[in-house]
């Protein structure tokens, strides 16, 4: 009945997950770590919201809610970068990369021609386009961000029939009716607390809605770095991203980069042995020294024993426990 405390910034890396079935008490336990950061830390915190509810806490807390949708008016900008990148990291090259992660899902999505998705062509036509798009900001000429609409022209601009057939793929989200990614960011991004509430975030744009989010992200954990200060990012059902092989790419990218740009990560799921018959997300839970497990399923106690040898004894204590009960794994 002693106070357990744990700093997560003193381990290998501060990446952690909270698991368990539902109605063991994950999101009040990631709520209640939220709190003790905003009122004890000077951490920024960034929330995931898949089911919206953490509206009430973020903004008692002061922070900003982004709603996520096609009708809402909230708006990110897709092309947003953060030119105060960490040294070793070229913003652009990170933003190509984004890029060809999300034309090989509109490809891979669409038309039959594109059934291999992104191929080199495409991809030297693209990170050529994303170079080409941010010259001027990067040159001082504009301090307007581009938008996928600045980089569907671009496209249309070069001489290949390939880099037409790119802005073909883009145009519902550059300039149809699935433009809510399009405008110029209208949200307080930069607001100690931010949650994204993504609960209305409709099938079509889910798929690039929720890497337009990460790479949001991104770039935030990045400016951090640069300003000496910690992100804590918190990913409530982070089983959804696991779903789609691009958002779980990007996040298991994610999950071994924030390490060194001061961020923390913490994954919250009731789905473990989904989670962990998923190589993206074994990966990520062997690479987090924080794990705070409480009341799981049968199947999922076997697994979880399995995969961090936890002991009979040991397994009691997330076996029928009481909702916040269980047992925590620091390093």
């Keep these: 009945h002693n106070l357990i405390m744990c700093n997560r910034k003193h381990l290998l890396n ?5 698991l368990g079935v539902s109605g063991g008490g994950k999101s009040f336990a990631a709520k209640m770590e939220i ?12 929330i995931v919201d898949p089911e919206g509810e953490y509206k009430n806490l973020v903004i008692n ?6 709603k996520l949708s096609a009708s809402s008016e909230n708006h990110i900008n897709a092309m947003d970068i953060s030119e105060e990148g960490v040294s070793d990291d070229n913003p652009i090259s990170i933003k190509s990369e984004f890029l060809i992660s999300l034309f090989d899902q509109l490809l891979k999505n ?12 495409d991809r030297s036509i693209i990170d050529r386009c994303t170079i080409n798009v941010y010259t001027d900001y990067f040159n001082g000429k504009t301090d307007v961000m581009p938008t996928f609409a600045d980089f569907r022209n671009e496209l249309m601009a070069q001489p290949e029939q390939e880099a037409h057939d790119l802005a073909l793929s883009l145009e519902l989200f550059a300039t149809g009716s699935l433009d809510a990614f399009a405008h110029q960011s209208n949200v307080d991004v930069n607001n100690r607390i931010v949650c994204y509430d993504i609960l209305e975030l409709g099938d079509q744009m889910k ?12 770039n935030r954990v990045m400016l951090n770095r640069k300003k000496g200060k910690h992100t ?11 779903k789609n092989p691009y958002s779980a790419e990007f996040l298991l990218k994610a999950w ?11 994954g919250l799921t009731q789905n473990i042995e989904d989670c962990l018959r998923n190589d993206t997300a074994r990966g990520m839970l062997a690479n987090s020294e924080f794990l705070l497990m409480l009341n799981q399923a049968p199947s999922d106690r076997i697994e979880l024993s399995q995969l961090l040898g ?22």
Aim: hydrophobic share 50%; net charge positive.
């Design 110 to 121: 669409g038309d039959a021609r594109f059934g291999g998705g992104v191929g080199a062509k």
């Design 232 to 242: 804590r990012v918190y990913i409530d059902e982070a089983h959804l991203f696991f």
């Design 310 to 331: 936890i002991s009979a004894a040991q397994m009691s204590y997330i076996t029928n426990a009481p909702a916040g009960h269980g047992l925590m794994k620091v390093g």
């Design 35 to 46: 709190v003790m950061t905003a009122l004890f830390t000077m951490d920024d915190i960034i």
């Design 207 to 218: 798929s690039i809605g929720l890497l337009i989010m990460l790479d949001n992200i991104m």
């Design 256 to 266: 071994k980069r924030f390490r060194k740009y001061g961020g923390l990560l913490t």
């Design 61 to 66: 807390l002061g922070g900003q809610v982004v």
């Design 14 to 18: 501060g990446n952690g997950f909270i």
